[in-house]
């Protein structure tokens, strides 16, 4: 029977999720996964231990990251999938892109205390496990848990992006690093949730192609951050530019995600499967 209960996209403590590896993979087999990714931001710590679940509990696993980039002043997440987690020049990059984080975390902290929001530094830090990876994820906690704002969405609404107090421009990989670091270390790299980004249609266009001459092979097309009419969307996209599609629940935390693991819609059957293309790394 061909996989179809792949769930390629998720999130961690090692990066901005609110669960361990170990959980996650639980959740994800409860949930019927057969197939299982975990995809921190920029950051592979924790792939030894996800495989190590994920085998365990009777799962196949591939090996996973989302990388930011920076793509027409907008940033991207590109996933990678089915990499060597050993491989020096994928490690490297990884850790140069991690490494302005601190710098920036502090700039949003800075833009926070100017309009009477002071410690959101320290307040950050205490719910990053990984103090590589502090994410405006992690600022939008602790101004929940504050009882600044409601949610993580009015956090990032009000606080985080373009135009508001903690929004601290940056730039991260570029497209054409992040798909070579992935495709030289034997994986595959997939543009992650592209209805997410906010690119005119010849800036969506600019960025397929040129994804694609960089060697990319894959688009999410099932995904928690898409609507039912961005899947029949996407599915069109990789058809035309001759693109694998990908699953994944982006999955981050139980209080905070509205998707749980393996519980989207399966892949229309006219689709090439991502893993497909990456059939002899699955683990
Ligand atoms: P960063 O890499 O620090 O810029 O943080 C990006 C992360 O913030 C994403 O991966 C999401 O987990 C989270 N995020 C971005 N936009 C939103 C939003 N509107 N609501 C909730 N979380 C968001
Ligand atoms: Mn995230
Ligand atoms: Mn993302
Ligand atoms: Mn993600």
Redesign the pocket.
């Known amino acids: 029977m061909p996989i179809q209960n792949a769930d390629l996209h998720c ?1 961690s403590i090692v990066s ?1 999720g609110t669960l361990t590896p170990e959980e996650l993979a639980a959740r994800a087999a409860a949930n019927g996964v057969e197939l299982w990714a975990l995809t921190d ?1 920029d950051e592979i710590g924790g792939q030894e231990r996800a495989a190590a679940a994920a085998h365990a509990l009777g799962m196949k696993y591939l090996t996973g990251v ?1 990388i ?1 980039v920076t793509f027409a002043d907008e ?1 991207v ?1 590109v996933i990678g999938l089915g990499f060597d987690d050993r491989d020096a020049q994928l490690r490297a990059g990884l850790a140069a892109t991690r490494g302005g ?1 601190g710098e ?1 975390a502090r700039d949003i902290a800075a833009g926070l205390a100017a309009v009477g929001i002071p410690g959101a530094y320290e307040g950050a830090v205490q719910y990053a496990r990984n103090q590589e990876l ?4 992690h600022f ?1 906690r602790f101004l929940v848990e504050t009882g600044v704002c409601r949610d ?2 009015e ?3 009000r606080f ?2 373009e135009g508001k107090p903690g929004f601290v421009p ?1 730039r991260w990989a570029t497209l054409k690093d992040a798909v070579r670091w992935i495709t030289e270390a034997g994986g595959v790299a997939v543009i992650a949730h592209p209805a997410r980004y906010r690119l005119s249609a010849n800036e969506e266009y600019a960025l397929f192609t040129d994804f694609k001459a960089h060697g990319g092979r894959g688009v999410e097309v099932v995904t928690g951050s898409h609507t039912p009419s961005e899947y029949v969307t996407y599915a069109e996209t990789a058809r035309e530019f001759g693109l694998a599609a990908s699953r994944g629940s ?1 999955f ?1 935390s139980p209080g ?1 995600s509205h998707t749980d693991l393996g519980q989207l819609p399966f892949l229309h059957g006219a689709l090439t499967p991502v893993w497909d293309l990456v059939a002899d790394r699955v683990r």
């Open positions: 999130h901005d931001h989302e930011s940033t997440h984080r920036r502090i994410s405006r994820t939008a993580t969405g956090v990032f609404r985080l992006v940056h982006d981050h905070e």
